[in-house]
């Protein structure tokens, strides 16, 4: 059964840091671009961060560049996001998915499996 699942999400104040983790199994993933998306309240999914499956190439959304880094460890068959100087804006449930090529991409659609989320809180 293939099956990716989130954690490391959580409450923290305005300007701190969390790292999200997404561990994969019952599937080889190293072979496949990785991602990372959002959902605020009331909001749409939303594309946050991608990574190529080697990790040589990663893509982030504007809001969020220069304050998050995704990271991969193929070994693991897991995927980071690490997120510092947080928002409230950044309030949300965050997805990882994997892809169905070894490239990243920001399209919802190209990502076969998806992860049950996390919540992210921050406070003002």
């Known amino acids: 059964q293939v099956q990716l699942v989130e954690s490391g999400g959580g409450l923290v104040q305005a300007g701190g840091s969390l790292r999200l983790s997404c561990a994969a199994s019952?599937?080889?993933?190293?072979?496949?671009?990785r991602g990372w998306f959002r959902q605020a309240p009331g909001k749409e999914r939303e594309f946050v961060a991608s990574?190529?499956?080697?990790?040589?190439?990663?893509y982030y959304v504007d809001s969020v560049k220069g304050r998050f880094t995704i990271s991969r460890d193929n070994a693991k068959n897991t995927v980071y996001l690490q997120m510092n100087s947080l928002k409230p804006d950044d309030t949300a449930v965050y997805y990882c998915?994997?892809?169905?090529?070894?490239?990243?991409?920001?399209?919802?659609?190209?990502?076969?499996?998806w992860g049950q989320g996390t919540q992210v809180t921050v406070s003002s």
């Open positions: 998915a994997s892809s169905n090529s070894s490239s990243y991409s920001i399209h919802q659609s190209d990502y076969r499996y």
């Open positions: 019952g599937r080889t993933f190293s072979r496949y671009g």
């Open positions: 990574i190529t499956w080697l990790g040589g190439s990663t």
